[in-house]
């Protein structure tokens, strides 16, 4: 551990065990303090908040930034060890995520009316005709991949329409997201950003000169009071949009059945009294969501939170999992009841960079869940205890959910 790396603890010296079940870590942390360093796997120095009330001041503090170019001083700073830096691609990094106001107000001006609660319940008929295509295409295999047949499709299929991508390219896509996203291999994030720069730089060209009915072309023709995107930030803006809609819902469908397999009581709860969905999806969101950690923010000047005083010039990451079992706001936290209050847990985030696709989100989940519980009955073919979880500090998914489903009524 290097000298600036204090009392921190080392995730990586937790190794598996941690990605496997980060919840016991958790709860440890929030019973010592509402904040305290780690270190990430790969040596960078952060300060991880786990209690509910803090780490939702976090995330709505002006005084802890998102721009991107603070980062970089930082990333050298508190990187601790000798493991090489992370290297990134500078055209995929400008975008509202990485931003504060007034740039991160103006990026997200420009796309939000997309996915309004209105404008995302028209999708409704199309999600709801590709959920059952995929249905159908699994429907006489009896032993299937969840993760494969429906939860990685579905919002890959339902984000690459909005944006105008060819369907045809979403296997490379995924490897060069998931490969990000880990963040694990400093060469392999290298080529992976550069080739996803590529692709989207190209299909910005393509989609200029013969412009669709997409979202991706009506930003690139966008004129909102004369605004409009230069190519780095149109690129970023799909890059973002495309990781964001693509790696956080396939684990709330997966990791959301997964529970519901693992507590059949819930399950049948859900199945007789179908108006219960839209509260367990929201339980599937706080009781284990798609993201861990939110994304990095730091400290632009001391900040206090709770008991604990964090200097200027430090990377904060909000436990979003953690803060949502800690039993200060969520009574019996640790159990998962989709009857429960779930609303106000901080599963997409909290203040100006709250989840843009929440309302996609929740409504994909609903149909992808409710149309599976319609048409099957399903059976996990695995232990739960064996099944992987990726290695990232940031995602909350499942490499795959075996399970085995037969046609209700078929039986
Ligand atoms: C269940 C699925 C999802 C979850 C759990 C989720 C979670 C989150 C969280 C926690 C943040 C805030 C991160 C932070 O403050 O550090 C966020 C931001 C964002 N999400 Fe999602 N997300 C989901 C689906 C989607 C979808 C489908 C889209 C649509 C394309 C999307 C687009 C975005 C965007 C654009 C931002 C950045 C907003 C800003 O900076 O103002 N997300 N999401």
Redesign the pocket.
């Known amino acids: 551990m290097g000298e600036n790396a204090n009392h921190a603890t080392a995730l990586a010296e937790l190794g598996d065990a941690y990605f496997q079940d980060p919840h016991a870590f958790h709860a440890e942390l929030r019973e010592e303090s509402a904040a305290r360093p780690i270190l990430l796997p790969r040596g960078l120095k952060v300060w991880l908040v786990t209690r509910y009330d803090e780490a939702r001041l976090a995330?709505a503090d002006p005084r802890l930034s998102k721009d991107f170019a603070g980062f970089l001083p930082l990333f050298e700073r508190h990187q601790t060890g000798t493991r090489e830096a992370t290297r990134f691609d500078n055209s995929l990094v400008q975008h509202?995520?990485n931003s504060d106001p007034p740039t991160?107000t103006r990026l997200?001006k420009l796309v939000m009316k997309a996915?309004t609660p209105r404008r995302v319940e028209q999708l409704r008929p199309r999600i709801q005709q590709i959920t059952d295509d995929l249905l159908d295409a699994v429907a006489d295999r009896g032993e299937t991949d969840l993760v494969e047949a429906l939860a990685f499709p579905l919002?890959i299929t339902v984000?690459c329409e909005m944006l105008g991508i060819p369907l045809d390219d979403r296997d490379d896509f995924r490897e060069w997201s998931n490969t990000l996203v880990a963040g694990n291999d400093p060469d392999a994030v290298e080529a992976a950003g550069t080739a996803m720069a590529g692709f989207l730089s190209t299909l910005v060209d393509t989609l200029r000169a013969h412009p669709g009915d997409d979202i991706f072309s009506a930003l690139i023709h966008a004129t909102d009071e004369n605004d409009r995107l230069d190519q780095t930030e149109l690129i970023s803006m799909a890059f973002?949009?495309l990781v964001?809609?693509h790696e956080?819902?396939v684990n709330?469908i997966a990791t959301g059945v997964l529970n519901l397999l693992r507590h059949p009581e819930q399950l049948d709860k859900l199945r007789a009294d179908r108006t219960l969905l839209p509260g367990a999806v929201e339980e599937f969101?706080r009781y284990e969501?798609?993201?861990n950690q939110?994304?990095f923010r730091f400290t632009t000047e001391e900040v206090t939170l709770g008991d604990v005083t964090i200097p200027e010039g430090e990377f904060v990451l909000a436990s979003?999992m953690s803060a949502n079992r800690d039993e200060r706001r969520f009574a019996d936290g640790e159990s998962f009841d989709i009857t429960r209050a779930a609303g106000g847990h901080l599963?997409?985030?909290h203040g100006?960079?709250?989840?843009?696709?929440?309302p996609?989100?929740r409504l994909e989940?609903e149909i992808a869940v409710g149309t599976l519980l319609d048409r099957y009955d399903i059976a996990l073919t695995a232990e739960p205890e064996t099944l992987r979880w990726r290695s990232s500090t940031l995602m909350r998914g499942l490499y795959t959910l075996p399970v085995s489903l037969s046609a209700r009524g078929a039986r």
């Open positions: 995330l509202m995520l991160h997200r996915f919002p984000i973002l949009l964001a809609g956080t819902t709330l969101l969501g798609p993201v939110a994304t979003l599963a997409f985030g100006i960079h709250y989840c843009l696709g929440a996609l989100a989940g």
